[in-house]
């Protein structure tokens, strides 16, 4: 039986629906884009072929650098601080009593189900600088000078919309490593703790090393969606102000869109996926290369 | 060749061939759109009766930027449509304002299904009239007689000399002042200032009291998109002004550079709101209605809703210098390429056309109801009118020059982005006015709005 699955033949048979539906969906929708980063399109109509004029025009704008460093910025919030914290928050999670697991559990499930829109918003309420509640704690502690208009000042502006990317997410990581935490067997903390490990020595020397399958999962989905960080973006400051909160998505979309230069949003969007495959692929090689089993 | 590897290759080409018809275009069944029979159940109808019956179907793009755009759907058009047109049937779709709804538009034409009737907008009006989507109203209108229900008919007309949309003339009337609440004033002892100077004074003297100055929509650049920008240059040169609009000068005109420099100075004394470059439109209505700040910088659209505060007037933005006198020159908003339009592809251009015509007066009844001035006459006895619209009217009839709008007669979609972009910018107090200045100034020239 296994002789004949394994032959070329019935691997073909069986690749083939999965390679044609992503044929399809995934690599069939990037030709027209690819041809349309090479072409000036004003949205309405092709301009005619410009060959590589477009990524030479985009890279040249001060707007696609301060885009970039911008991702890069909520990748780095992302990975080094949320995954750590969100780490922490699973291993909290798991020596709890089961009835305070489950209220961390629904707390921290919550935000991630709700409308980045809604969450945005709470959150521009948050920072607005007159009555805001920022604000507000500062000048009620006395530290009027720490206040300041959080999402149109050029230093805070980033930081402040990072902030509440993680603040939502950051739960739900937790969430999806605690459920890996969970299908480490019991005996192997058990043997740990009669040898006398403490809880730091068993999370770094057990816990985390079993869990690379899981933290490989929860770092391509994370840094794939900060690369992706448009919403909360859109939401809270249009990208402003001026472009000093834009995202390398939301340039694509402001030059394809609202500057009606398609070509070049297109050239951005193909410039964007390469830097996705390459971190995919640094992610794949370098983090949890070896298989598990226990 | 063995018969694995012609299977392999069996297996590929059915696969390119599957891809390459799943994703085919199919014009004919992407734009045909079926009559609709609303009386298929009754058994005894005759043929004849039957084709009577069939709805004619049309999609409506609307702009739906506020409470104006809203009532007007609720009140107006929704109500007053299955009366006028019992034979359609309407699919609505609301389409926002501004880039959304331009940007929903170009998507639309993007994917070959651009809806029958739509708001058009100067914003993006070159591109959809070159890729031919937008149908010429003026033999239309003019056989209907509808051409003739406007006060001004050669307003309505593009520079090439046709119709492309109609609205109800009220955009003509629409332009920057500021709002101000009365009572606020006289507790801070202030008055109304007669030039900058004297407001920027004012401004000063209300921060000093805790009263948050000007409020005004600042998120993505709107107020120096579409204001800000041309009364700050024309406060201090009027000509100036004139001459950007028709692209005689540049950026680097010193009049324009000191109309760009007026701005920082304001964001940097503090005239505004905290946060100004991040206050989105109804934000800064609400902080003033609800008198957080004393003066609202805002086109007069919002005039009939502000009358029903008792305290609140308004003034023309002050003079920055001898060039300019307050009664004496106005900016308007209006444009011809802004109101309802026709897609030339649609199936069924004379309901779309009806439809038009329908659409711009039942605007027309509802600013009518709220005391605006009109173009587009409705044949209802002229209503009295609010005070402080009386006061708007004398005024802005009294004007000697008219200036249009730059941010509808001079700019294409990418200038007019960029100008938002950096504009957001220098109201944050941390831009100068010369980084906007260098870059806008570049824009401007690659400016394709003046090449049709």
């Known amino acids: 039986m296994n002789k004949h699955f394994s032959t070329k033949m019935s691997i073909t048979i069986f690749v083939t629906p999965a390679l044609l539906i992503f044929t399809i969906f995934c690599v069939y929708p990037l030709l027209p884009q690819l041809w349309m980063s090479l072409h000036n399109h004003n949205g309405f109509q092709n ?60 707390a921290a499930m919550f935000p991630a ?96 090393p079993l869990l690379q399958e899981v933290i490989k999962y929860v770092l391509i989905v994370s840094s794939l969606g900060s690369m992706a960080f448009y919403a909360h973006v859109r939401v809270m400051t249009a990208g402003g102000p001026g472009d000093l909160s834009r995202t390398v998505i939301y340039q694509m979309y402001y030059t394809a869109f609202d500057t009606s230069q398609f070509g070049k949003g297109t050239a951005i969007a193909v410039i964007f996926i390469l830097q996705c495959l390459i971190i995919s692929f640094l992610i794949q090689r370098f983090v949890a290369r070896e298989k598990l089993e226990f | ?86 034979n359609l049937e309407v699919e609505f779709e609301p389409g926002g304002g501004g880039e959304d709804l331009a940007n929903k538009i170009k998507t639309y034409n993007a994917s070959g299904d651009m809806p029958d009737v739509f708001w058009s907008d100067a914003g993006f009006f070159t591109a959809l009239n070159q890729a031919g989507n937008i149908m010429d109203l003026t033999d239309s209108i003019t056989e209907s007689g509808f051409i003739n229900k406007f006060k001004v008919p ?18 003509t009337y629409f332009t920057p002042v500021i709002f101000y609440h009365k009572d606020i004033f006289e507790e801070a002892g202030v008055t109304v200032p007669q030039t900058f100077d004297e407001f920027l004074n004012v401004s000063k003297t209300l921060k000093g009291k805790g009263i948050v100055p000007v409020a005004t929509p600042g998120k993505d650049g709107w107020g120096p998109q579409l204001y800000m920008l041309q009364q700050m240059i024309q406060i201090g040169d009027p000509q100036a002004m004139i001459d950007l609009v028709n692209n005689n000068i540049d950026f680097e005109h010193p009049s ?115 005391g605006s001035a009109i173009s587009l006459e409705t044949g209802n006895a002229p209503g009295e009118l609010e005070p402080l619209m009386k006061k708007y009217l004398t005024w802005y009839n009294g004007a ?53």
Not at chain 1, 101 to 106: A, G, H, P, Q, Y
Not at chain 1, 155 to 178: D, E, R
Not at chain 2, 310 to 324: I, K, L, R
Not at chain 2, 401 to 424: F, H
């Open chain 2, 400 to 452: 000697e020059v008219m200036i249009p709008s730059l941010a509808l007669n001079s700019v294409d979609s990418r200038t007019s982005a960029e100008i938002a972009t950096y504009g957001a910018r220098i109201l944050t107090g941390e831009y100068p006015a010369a980084d906007f200045i260098k870059q806008i100034n570049q824009v401007w020239k690659e400016n394709t709005w003046f090449e049709n």
């Open chain 1, 47 to 106: 301009l005619g072929f410009v060959g590589l004029d477009n990524y030479l025009s985009v890279i040249k704008t001060s707007s696609f650098w301060t885009a970039h460093k911008n991702t890069y910025l909520i990748l780095a919030m992302s990975v080094l601080i949320g995954l750590p914290i969100s780490m922490c928050f699973a291993l909290f999670i798991d020596i709890q009593t089961t009835k305070l697991r489950r209220f961390f559990k629904t």
């Open chain 1, 113 to 208: 189900i709700l409308s980045v829109v809604v969450i945005s918003q709470i959150w521009v309420a948050f920072y607005e600088p007159n009555w805001g509640l920022f604000n507000s704690i500062l000048r009620s502690i006395g530290l009027d000078s720490l206040t300041r208009s959080w999402l149109t000042d050029e230093k805070t502006v980033m930081m402040s919309i990072g902030l509440t990317f993680l603040w939502q997410y950051i739960g739900l990581n937790a969430i999806l490593l605690y459920t890996g935490i969970k299908t480490i067997p019991k005996n192997y903390y058990e043997a740990a703790l009669i040898d006398g490990a403490n809880f730091f020595q068993i999370s770094t020397r057990i816990t985390i």
């Open chain 2, 154 to 171: 050669e307003a309505l007309k593009h520079i090439d000399g046709k119709i492309y949309s109609l609205n109800s003339g009220a955009d």
């Open chain 2, 256 to 370: 324009v550079v000191a109309g760009v420099e007026r701005i920082e100075q304001m964001a940097k004394e503090g005239v505004f709101a905290d946060g100004i470059a991040n206050l989105d439109y109804g934000p800064a209505v609400e902080m003033f209605t609800s008198k957080k700040s004393a003066m609202l910088m805002m086109f007069t659209w919002e005039l009939p809703n502000l009358a029903k505060i008792d305290t609140v007037d308004f003034f023309p933005f002050p003079s920055a210098s001898e060039q300019y006198d307050s009664n004496k020159v106005v900016q308007f908003w209006g444009s011809p390429l802004n109101g309802y339009a026709v897609s030339s592809k649609t199936e069924h251009p004379e309901e779309a056309l009806k439809l038009v015509e329908f659409l711009a007066m039942q605007d027309a009844l509802y600013f009518e109801s709220i």
């Open chain 2, 1 to 86: 060749m063995n018969k694995k590897s012609r299977f392999q290759i069996a297996t590929l080409l059915l696969s390119v061939m599957l891809v390459a018809t799943a994703c085919s275009s199919n014009n004919s069944s992407s734009t045909t759109t079926e009559p609709k029979s609303t009386n298929s159940s009754t058994a005894n109808q005759t043929e004849d009766k039957k084709g009577s019956d069939e709805k004619v179907k049309l999609r409506i793009m609307t702009i739906t930027t506020d409470e104006n755009r809203n009532n007007i759907m609720e009140q107006f058009i929704k109500p007053n449509l299955a009366k006028e047109f019992p």
